[in-house]
């Protein structure tokens, strides 16, 4: 007998203020699609090696991770948007363009929702642009939230899905 997956919204933050509001997108299609929220924090090598600096091993820098990461979610994503949402907590090691893309294929996320800090010119060609890659490289639709956060603070999906009719109900 087959069992039915929940949907998988993958969620990468670097904790910025644009960060917060992606997750709080994220969260909210999660819980309209009857799926779990993955929270991603990709720690680059420079991270680790101060990590390692200060004693503490990778697995212990890991788990400091994803404690950190849940704190952050429950601070500033929400109650009522968290509401019902399961969430994974997901730290990785690596360079962002290409572990949001492996850690979407190895979770099978059905999409990736995240902020871009929409760098143009110079600063896009010296930086370069991870949510440029992600977009190329990614194995699932992504969603790219632009712009200034309080243009998309409020986005909502227009329509509740079929298991929510009370929610459909009183939106009407």
């Excluded at 697995?59 to 704190?71: A, N």
């Excluded at 929400?78 to 090691?93: D, Q, S, Y």
């Excluded at 059905?110 to 370069?128: E, F």
Aim: glycine share 6%; charged share 20%; with cysteine.
């Amino acid at each position: 007998m087959e069992t039915t997956r929940r949907p998988v919204v993958l969620a990468p933050t670097d904790f910025s203020q644009a960060s917060v509001t992606s997750a709080t997108f994220a969260a909210d299609l999660a819980r309209r699609l009857g799926g779990t929220l993955a929270l991603l924090r990709v720690l680059v090598p420079r991270e680790v090696d101060d990590g390692l600096a200060q004693g503490k091993f990778v697995d212990q820098q890991l788990d400091e991770g994803r404690v950190y990461l849940r704190w952050w979610y429950t601070t500033f994503v929400p109650a009522e948007t968290r509401r019902g949402v399961p969430l994974h907590e997901v730290v990785a090691v690596g360079h962002p363009e290409e572990e949001i893309p492996a850690v979407a294929e190895s979770l099978r996320a059905a999409m990736i929702t995240m902020a871009t800090h929409a760098r143009t010119g110079v600063r896009r060609a010296v930086l370069g642009s991870v949510a440029e890659a992600v977009l190329r490289h990614a194995p699932c639709p992504v969603i790219m939230l632009r712009g200034t956060p309080q243009a998309w603070a409020d986005a909502r999906l227009e329509a509740a899905p079929a298991h929510e009719p009370a929610a459909a109900a009183q939106a009407s």
